[in-house]
């Protein structure tokens, strides 16, 4: 109950937040955006034709009066019709389930093996195994995230490489041909991620060990394991959690983009960048103000679960 | 009676080494930086002979035919319509390093004063309004905001450069913010504040200073993030307009990749990595050079 009214607070804390975003986006994307009146018109239009087609649009209207529409769409969830003409709701239905089972296994992959070799490099610290960690973190951090796509699809996919998994493209009706086509994109995002968590992991890890309450632990003679799972890894848990929540609205929009675009999959990524480059202004309204949703769940979701770990953290 | 000379000997100076100094000094020792840091100058030069329109002027004349191999001519052969891939690879370092420059040096200065202003009034009406900026420009997917800018800038070279400072500040205020209200708390300002130095001056000359060596280290991460980002962008169609880049060079070999021919790709992204990583690997030792905690 605590945790409920807690959250809910959270969340009316969070609208200054949309409403800057929505604000932004609006101001960006529909009244600096481009003109649409003539890509809706025929050849040759009458002076009337057009001063309809703008009234539709709503170009006669003030500022404040356009952006309150544009807030009503959000809140009903109503963003009208895609350029396609179908509806940008039925369009979100169909591609966010896509993106969601592309980018999960990687998403997971990446934290967990980004941790095993944090761990690693942490309980060996200053020797050969840490150094080759870090060494080759380095590496994948230097890495374009274009160039590892499209290399790990010269290498797995290409006729020239291994030539295992499907160049481009996407089917899941069945599982064999969900996992030959998430292969790639999978390894593409763990990769791409490897470096920077590693990093990060490690230098929390490492952080924890010098202090002087794990000296302590060592010196009453407790077990090397239990200090490490309790003492260490325990209080390592508010930064991890951060760091995992964190990078979720970036993959769903980022990762999903490039991955989406480049493989030809459609999920929400691949829409996203149509809508960019085509102008289409009600499905960039749509991905706009649900990422500024998401982020706004994070942040709480984030607060939560710092008081499941952490007791001494009050939700006020 | 002799005048009593007041004047003792002239008492020792503190021969106390300046961060700066020591940094100097610890960085001279670190090999790994060291070479990187000569990586780095390599790139730089090739980029200022393009500046200076001593190379690579010819990045754009079709010098050959499709796909040559590897030759004298062609030091990295020719792309599909039979432009030398090397004088494409080399223009693109020095359009790499422009907009890596504007990008680092403008966005570190805005995360820099206005992080300093919030830090400085921090829990006052400023600093609410200056997360919340920071905040929802956080919130906002980073390719749909630079979309929207270019579209809002109709096709505007500098779109891509707008869009990477108005996102890239942010990280650097924030730290900055971190670091002001840890130093407005202490003696000296206080000292300052008492014998009445304006805010202002506080502000820049007293504190702003002493968080120069976070701004070092932000400026050359932000440096390979908008190197990193152009890449992305220009792939996109968003990025780099007129010109050659490195982004533009492997949107081109996706074409090429396909059909076997790898010489595009390869200059294009060996050339990137190279430099990316070497300035990875030289704001790693600035970082560690830069660190009072750690003895050297």
Redesign the interface.
Same mark, same amino acid.
């Given at each position: 109950m605590e945790t409920l009214q807690y959250a809910l607070r959270k969340l009316l804390a969070g609208l200054?937040?949309l409403f800057?975003?929505t604000l932004?986006?609006f101001?960006?994307?529909v009244y $600096?955006?481009?003109d649409l009146t003539y890509s809706l018109l025929g050849k040759n239009p009458t002076p009337e034709q057009i001063l309809e087609v703008r009234q539709q649009l709503g170009y006669d209207q003030p500022f404040l009066q356009r952006y309150l529409g544009f807030l009503r769409e959000i809140v009903t969830l109503d963003f009208g019709n895609a350029s396609t003409g179908e509806p940008v709701t039925a369009l979100l239905a169909k591609t966010i389930p896509v993106s969601l089972i592309l980018i999960l296994p990687g998403f997971i992959l990446g934290h967990v093996v980004g941790l095993l070799l944090a761990l690693a490099a942490a309980y060996w610290r200053g020797r050969w195994p840490d150094k080759l960690i870090m060494a080759v973190a380095?590496?994948g951090? *230097?890495? *374009? $995230?274009?160039?590892v796509i499209?290399?790990f699809?010269?290498v797995l996919s *290409? *006729?020239?490489g291994l030539d295992l998994f499907p160049?481009r493209g996407w089917n899941a009706s069945s599982l064999g041909s969900y996992l030959s086509y998430v292969t790639v994109p999978t390894l593409a995002t763990m990769f791409v991620a490897l470096g920077y968590d590693t990093r990060f992991y490690r230098s929390v890890i490492v952080e924890e060990m010098s202090r002087d309450h794990v000296r302590t632990a060592r010196a009453f003679g407790l077990p090397e394991s239990r200090i490490f799972l309790r003492n260490i890894l325990k209080n390592c848990l508010i930064p991890f959690i951060t760091r995992i929540m964190f990078s979720i609205?970036q993959v769903a929009?980022?990762g999903a983009?490039?991955i989406e675009?480049y493989f030809g999959i459609p999920g929400i990524g691949k829409a996203?960048?149509e809508a960019?480059?085509t102008?289409d202004q009600p499905v960039?309204k749509a991905?706009?103000s649900l990422?500024?949703i998401l $982020?706004?769940l994070v942040v709480v979701l984030n607060d939560i679960l710092y008081r499941v770990v952490d007791p001494r953290v009050t939700l006020r | 009676m002799n005048a009593v000379t007041l004047a003792g000997p002239a008492p020792v100076r503190q021969r106390g080494e300046s961060l700066w100094r020591k940094a100097a000094r610890k960085f001279g020792r670190d090999r790994i930086g060291m070479l990187a840091l000569g990586v780095v100058l390599l790139y730089f030069v090739a980029a200022l002979g393009v500046w200076l329109g001593w190379w690579a002027g010819g990045w754009g004349d079709l010098t050959g035919v499709k796909w040559e191999a590897v030759s004298r001519a062609h030091w990295f052969g020719t792309n599909i319509i039979g432009q030398d891939i090397f004088h494409r690879a080399i223009y693109s370092t020095a359009t790499a390093f422009e907009v890596g420059l504007v990008v680092a040096l403008v966005a570190t200065a805005i995360g820099a004063v206005l992080g300093a202003v919030a830090g400085f009034f921090v829990g006052t009406v400023l600093d609410d309004v200056l997360l919340?900026?920071m !905040?929802?420009?956080?919130?906002?997917?980073?390719?749909?905001?630079v979309?929207?800018?270019a579209?809002?800038l109709t096709g505007n070279a500098w779109a891509m450069h707008v869009a990477m400072v108005a996102t890239f500040w942010v990280g650097t205020a924030r730290l900055i913010r971190g670091e002001v209200i840890k130093l407005r708390g202490m003696e000296y300002v206080l000292a300052a504040h008492s014998i009445g130095v304006s805010q202002v001056a506080i502000i820049f000359r007293h504190i702003l200073p002493n968080t120069s060596h976070i701004l070092l280290v932000q400026a050359s991460i932000t440096f390979v993030s908008a190197i990193?980002a152009e890449?992305?962008l220009s792939?996109? !169609? =968003?990025g780099i307009r007129d010109g050659m880049s490195w982004?533009l060079m =492997?949107d081109e070999?996706?074409k090429e990749?396909?059909a076997?021919f790898?010489n595009n790709?390869l200059a294009a992204?060996l050339l990137?990595?190279g430099l990316?990583?070497a300035f990875?690997?030289v704001a790693?030792a600035l970082q560690d050079a830069l660190d009072p905690r750690k003895v050297g």
């Open positions: 200054p937040l800057g975003v932004v986006s101001a960006l994307m $600096f955006g481009p380095v590496l951090m *230097s890495v *374009s $995230f274009l160039i499209i290399g699809q010269i *290409s *006729s020239d160049v609205p929009i980022g983009l490039l675009s996203t960048y960019i480059v102008g960039l991905v706009v990422t500024a $982020f706004v | 919340w900026c !905040g929802v420009l956080d919130a906002i997917p980073f390719y749909l905001f979309a929207a800018v579209y809002a990193k890449v992305i792939f996109l !169609g =968003i982004g =492997i070999s996706t990749v396909l076997g790898y790709f992204s990137m990595f990316v990583m990875n690997a790693d």
